[in-house]
């Protein structure tokens, strides 16, 4: 379980973090949302071990976070893969750092490259790869970590629209096999419904809670979820909350 | 991926044709114009003088090209650290980086004779002229490549719980790598050229003594030999710095041959 205890957080004179405090269930797969630059990444690099809070807590199953990097997988906006590793090298490489044996890391790589699109790619460069293909490699990565909390800022920002539908849909299969607890960072309303099991609205920067909804759609949801009664119903309500979050 | 042996072909054909259009121009303008060749002698000139010469060349050609290759790894290692340092340290940057681009003003000419002096008549003064030239464009290289590092990378090998030995070996170096070899290509293009500087003020055997030889016996065919020589043997070391690097960093043409392909 993840649990964020009064977290505030300031750069300089900017107020990023105002009391924020939530908590995610083991196996839940929690939606943050909120406005552009409001401290959403900030909180995932909280919990990420990277960033120090000024006051508040993060703990994950009791423990705390910071300032403790290592124990969450966390996928930031960008894919960051390294130029000069092919697409194994690069999928192995949470496991590398936490010392797996490198032949346990890329034989585990490669019976889920099928599931995460890539067969066949094994030896590619990361150049070489399309847009959709970076992300789910450095999702593949986040995977390998071998955490069970998932840490994903905004991670289908990059792409086009259709892509990112059937990343939806692809990345709900994935978690059905193999279950994580998700912390996922989005500005998309629509992306938030469709995955999470709770939504969590945040305010305009200094970021505070807003409004906390559960969605209680059926999985697996596919695209068309998204033309729904009922969710066109929760997508209003936090349409609601966001605005009312801004100042 | 590969274009084939036609696209290499399609490459060097037109400089290769255009050398030899060159010296076609050359050999009939210095006929026609009834030019003497210790003025100016005609390709075909030279190429009688290489066969001459043939039996001497080979140890003056170990002789630069052992002086080229040390100091160019000493140069690459020296600059490295420099490298190194001017990054890591602001302090050290301050102090040396107006340091560091001063001293590339100094010609070397003026320089080659007081090494001379200080090291003597052996290898150690063209090693450490090759040297002096190699440290300026691997050090500056280098630093740009240290700079321009991905800091997110950095911070998401620390999520992974990286500490920095991991972080030096797993982004560091690899991504300072193409940048160094930028510089490491530049240096050896001026290698030889610098060996033969360092030669020229005085040695027992290299191509810096064979022009001077030459030069003072008014052979100037066989001082076109010496040119050619040095030519073939700069774009050599260029040539294998270039593999090098290839091979090294083999991702840095990925991105390309595919836009190549397409």
């Known amino acids: 379980m993840i649990a964020v205890e009064r977290l505030t957080h300031r750069y300089g004179a900017v107020e990023v973090l105002d009391n924020v405090s939530l908590e995610i269930p083991a196996g839940g797969f929690v939606g943050l949302v909120g406005p552009s630059g409001c401290g959403k990444s900030t909180l995932l690099k909280v919990l990420a071990g990277l960033l120090v809070p000024d006051s508040g807590d993060a703990t994950i199953d009791g423990r705390s976070v910071v300032g403790s990097p290592g124990r969450t997988a966390y996928m930031p906006q960008r894919d960051l893969l390294l130029a000069w590793r092919r697409t194994l090298g690069n999928a192995t490489i949470g496991a590398e750092i936490a010392g797996t044996p490198r032949r346990q890391a890329e034989s585990q790589a490669r019976t889920l490259l099928g599931r995460f699109g890539l067969e066949g790619f094994e030896r590619a460069w ?74 969590i609205v945040l305010s305009d920067r200094p970021a505070r809670v807003v409004k906390q909804l559960s969605v209680e759609l059926q999985r697996p949801r596919e695209s068309d979820v998204v033309t729904s009664k009922p969710f066109v119903e929760l997508k209003a309500s936090l349409l609601e909350a966001l605005r009312t979050g801004r100042t | 991926m590969r274009l084939g042996r036609g696209f290499r072909v399609g490459r060097w054909l037109p400089p290769a044709a255009l050398i030899a ?205 010496g040119v050619a020589v040095i030519t073939v043997l700069s774009v050599a070391l260029f040539g294998v710095v270039d593999l090098l690097a290839r091979v090294v960093a083999p991702w840095q043409r990925a991105g390309r041959e595919q836009e190549e392909d397409v």
């Open chain 1, 126 to 199: 990361p150049a070489e790869l399309s847009g959709g293909m970076r992300q789910r490699l450095a999702l593949l990565r986040t995977f390998l970590c071998g955490h069970d909390v998932l840490l994903l800022d905004e991670p289908f920002g990059a792409l086009d629209a259709i892509t990112r539908r059937d990343m939806h849909e692809w990345l709900q299969q994935v978690l059905a096999d193999d279950p994580r607890t998700v912390l996922l960072v989005t500005h998309d309303v629509e992306e938030a419904l469709v995955l999470s099991d709770t939504v």
């Open chain 2, 21 to 225: 259009l060159l010296l076609l121009v050359w050999e009939l303008s210095v006929r026609a114009l009834g030019t003497p060749a210790y003025i100016l002698p005609p390709p075909s000139a030279i190429v009688v003088a290489f066969g001459e010469v043939r039996p001497l060349l080979g140890q003056h050609i170990v002789t630069t090209g052992t002086e080229a290759l040390a100091g160019i790894l000493v140069g690459a290692v020296i600059g490295v650290a420099l490298a190194v340092a001017v990054w890591a340290l602001p302090l050290f940057r301050r102090l040396t980086y107006p340091l560091l681009v001063a001293s590339q003003t100094v010609p070397m000419v003026v320089l080659a004779p007081l090494l001379v002096l200080w090291f003597g008549f052996g290898l150690t003064p063209k090693v450490v002229v090759v040297a002096l030239i190699a440290v300026f464009p691997v050090a500056i290289s280098t630093v740009q490549g240290l700079a321009a590092v991905d800091g997110e990378q950095i911070d998401l090998l620390r999520s992974m719980g990286a500490g920095r030995r991991d972080i030096l070996r797993v982004v560091l170096v690899p991504s300072a790598t193409p940048a160094f070899f930028a510089g490491l290509r530049i240096a050896s293009a001026y290698a030889i050229a610098g060996a033969v500087i360092g030669e020229w003020v005085g040695a027992s055997s290299g191509l810096g003594l064979f022009l001077t030889r030459s030069q003072a016996s008014f052979r100037v065919d066989r001082v076109f030999v």
